[in-house]
């Protein structure tokens, strides 16, 4: 009885905690869309009170007790055995997420969300104005603060112990996951990448891709096909955004956004798809999880399975084109009349090497992350010092993708994370892909007819299936159980690899 | 020295208290333009907590105590007299709202606010689908609340003391006004607006007023209005809801919303200008006080001067289309090609009954608002039981405007007020015509040229007499006190009757 009333003061807490939370992610989401220009200063004074607010509801001495009281600290790790399964995840989530919070000082919290606000809207100015300088001094404040917050929680410069600082922030996104091991999976994946897109010959023209598009014809398409795929426009919405993202701002209210660009319809339709794999997973938590720190992905990279799974291994197929393309042509006519679905579905898995992470091709994505995974461990370190970034961009973009950007804004400046202070995200993307083949391998063996439902448009076989092995899980699992249960294997990229070599090899070889 | 630190408590407290309210005030805005039907519950339920939040902010032991300090109290109200006049309004005002807000319970405050959510959901939804039955408990519920709240505040059902129930709901629009007052000044209003009615021939038609003029191209044309009256559109934005508002989510972020119908341009036109009117009065408070209790508008009846200042005396006038009618009509050629900007006038002025109160003309709308005034009154004394209000709606809408609607959609159920508990609200519409009037009066005498101003669309001699006499003051003064500074005069219905008798006089009569 005692436990249960205890239980129930700690769920509270939690649920209090997520709405103000969401509070603070539709203060966000404002923010990138809509905001007006000269709202952005009291903004991010805004969010730094929130912020501060949120994090003094988590880290209370009541919340400690609790967690203490209910037995799954560290020194009692068994102290929660009677409990059903739910209460145990949910005591266990609730400890990570406490700890990683009251180890950080609240003036530190405030701080960060207020630099954090600043940042991100002198980057996008930054972006738009190809001026990096501008976007120096924010940057650095942001590797600050990102080196103070893997010190807070026990990470040091020496590597020692828990490990290297910017282990600690790699084990936000992808717990338990060292850069070390990273680097071990990285390294025989960039050399596999690099080798294979040698073998495929020069990238093709597709002049039909290159005409006007116009912008609201493209918003129109982009809705119905949210609607082709299933998404349920009665608890999320598409807007735009200088960087395309998704974010739950409640259990029935998963919003996500796309970019437009007038000479391009791939970059918004596969926007579109990419943030709705990643909203199909937020809106597949089950009632049971509902405002709790369970209702959350596996990991960001489990997540990031979600979303490639949905933009490339679903929304690059053949049979995908087959269902959808007449109704893009329909939208489009005077652009797409000569074209037909298989010649659509070629032009769409061009591989053609791209400054920009967002549009590159499946082949040369990982490339991409390898880049930003090297560069913001030599930030993190001190062995970089931010303003020689740009150079040392474009020094590995060299490297690793035989281009250099003319500008920043369409090199160091494209992407918005570091803006925000998310070093150790841009693996998952990558890491992301690995699931994501595992888990299709998995599906292929399981549900038959994949191509054509795929051809039909009926994607409810696939998503009943997410839903079952995946969705329903929240972060209940770690991603390495989730993976095991579903697949029996451990991370590989043998599926990814195998994947990329059948496919693109019968596209472009020779 | 001790007293400056105690303001600068005092200052910080109410910096955040607006930080938080102009979250919750984002969280109402997205509500309103943008939530997904299924967030709505939960949207509900954030809103409850935050407003917890923000009330316990501002209302703690250490807000007595330095208010109590700084001498702005009953017992001592000329202990502030040493500070500059700032101060001490700063304080009066500061006292004002922490007196409405200690005096409500927390838990109050938390169930208002979680069902003033849900009535606005089942307000928005009955009236898309014409379902008074759908909506009743929650209207009957926020008249309980509404109530409860004037007996909080000391107002009783019989009205001893400090005055009625509603007496206490009408003190938070217009400080110090009366039912009894306001009702000396509705009656003769009402007959002599009922007589000029009488004198005004038949209403004529306007056929290319009901043609279609697409919805996108409506909104683009109003952008350009926006600019055309001196808009800042950095410092805010234009969306779409149900019933138009304009709400203050920064300093710089001042929003406005408007609605569109295909077949008839005015109402989303006429609601741009209305709602400009108010953007223009929050953007025009001065830096000195920012984020202050001090930015606000001297009372909602001048706030509705300014709002109803714009839409008619300026936005109905005839040299105001004189200059923007060209505009128009190159947005919609076919529709306006064989119309000129005096029959564009006369469109827009045009006196015809009409069942809904935003899209009344000049003369009638007093009466759409006496008849609300009447009917709140009734239900707040208990009078009139909220199941029979929809019979008691049309018998006025006879009485009143000789028309009934033929369905609650456009009859009880077309105002947003109700269902947000905005009892005593209504009546500031009425009021704000005939301090608006007294204004232009003045304006008149002080400003040559208005007319040659108004036809080359040079507003900024008008905009810059409003920010003098009535912006840059915020509520540093009462209402009454702003009027008497700028015309000299007490609040009278004469200028506005004067108005009309000459406008529409020349326009409609014989």
């Not at 960060?112 to 606000?117: H, T, V």
Request: with cysteine; hydrophobic share 40%; net charge negative.
């Amino acid at each position: 009885m005692k436990t249960d009333a205890s239980l129930e003061k700690l769920r509270r807490i939690d649920r209090e905690y997520r709405y103000l939370e969401r509070a603070l992610a539709v203060l966000q989401w404002d923010e990138e869309t809509c905001l007006p220009p000269k709202g952005v200063e009291e903004r991010a004074e805004q969010l730094a009170l929130l912020q501060g607010i949120a994090h003094r509801r988590l880290v209370t001495a009541e919340t400690g007790r609790l967690l203490g009281e209910l037995g799954s600290t560290t020194e009692n790790p068994r102290g929660d055995e009677g409990l059903p399964a739910l209460d145990r995840d949910f005591l266990r989530v609730m400890r990570r997420v406490y700890d990683r919070e009251v180890k950080l000082p609240a003036d530190f919290v405030r701080k960060a969300a207020r630099a954090e606000g600043l940042s991100q809207a002198a980057w996008a100015q930054a972006r738009r104005n190809n001026d990096f300088p501008s976007f120096l001094p924010h940057l650095s404040a942001m590797i600050d603060l990102a080196r103070k917050k893997a010190r807070y929680w026990g990470y040091s410069d020496a590597g020692e112990g828990k490990g290297s600082l910017y282990d600690g922030l790699l084990d936000i996104y992808e717990p338990g996951l060292r850069a070390s091991e990273l680097s071990a999976l990285f390294s025989p994946l960039q050399e596999r990448l690099t080798a294979l897109l040698k073998q495929f010959g020069p990238p093709r023209e597709y002049p039909f891709l290159n005409q006007d598009y116009d912008i609201e014809a493209q918003a129109r398409f982009n809705r119905q096909l949210m609607d082709y795929i299933g998404f349920d426009q009665s608890r999320g919405r598409l807007d735009t955004s200088a960087h395309p993202f998704t974010t739950s701002l409640g259990s029935d209210d998963i919003r996500i956004t796309t970019r437009y660009f007038p000479g391009n319809p791939l970059s918004g339709i596969f926007s579109v798809i990419h943030e709705s794999g990643h909203a199909f997973y937020e809106m597949g938590f089950p009632a049971e999880l509902r405002l709790s720190c369970l209702a959350d992905g596996a990991s960001m990279a489990v997540h990031e399975s979600q979303s490639r799974f949905w933009e490339n291994i679903i929304g690059r197929s053949r049979p995908f084109w087959e269902g959808l393309f007449p109704i893009l042509q329909r939208h489009f006519p005077r652009q797409l009349n000569s074209v037909d679905a298989g010649l659509f579905y070629q032009a769409v898995n061009q591989l053609r090497p791209t400054l920009i992470r967002v549009d590159a091709d499946e082949v040369s994505y990982a490339l991409h992350i390898i880049l930003r995974f090297e560069l913001e461990k030599q930030l993190i370190a001190g062995e970089l010092p931010p303003e020689a970034l740009p150079g040392r961009w474009r020094e590995y973009s060299r490297r690793y993708l035989d281009m250099e950007s003319q500008t920043d804004s369409d090199g160091v400046l494209q992407d918005v994370h570091w803006s925000m202070g998310a070093f150790g995200y841009f693996p998952s993307y990558a890491l992301g892909n690995l699931y994501g083949l595992q888990f299709w391998a998995q599906m292929q063996k399981e549900l038959p007819d994949l191509e054509t439902a795929l051809a039909a448009g009926r994607f409810q076989p696939i998503r009943a299936w997410l839903q079952d092995r995946i969705y329903r899980w929240g972060c209940r699992l770690s991603p390495q159980e989730l993976l095991r249960q579903v697949t029996g294997e451990q991370l590989s990229p043998a599926p990814f690899l195998a994947y990329v070599e059948t496919k693109y090899g019968a596209l472009h070889r020779g």
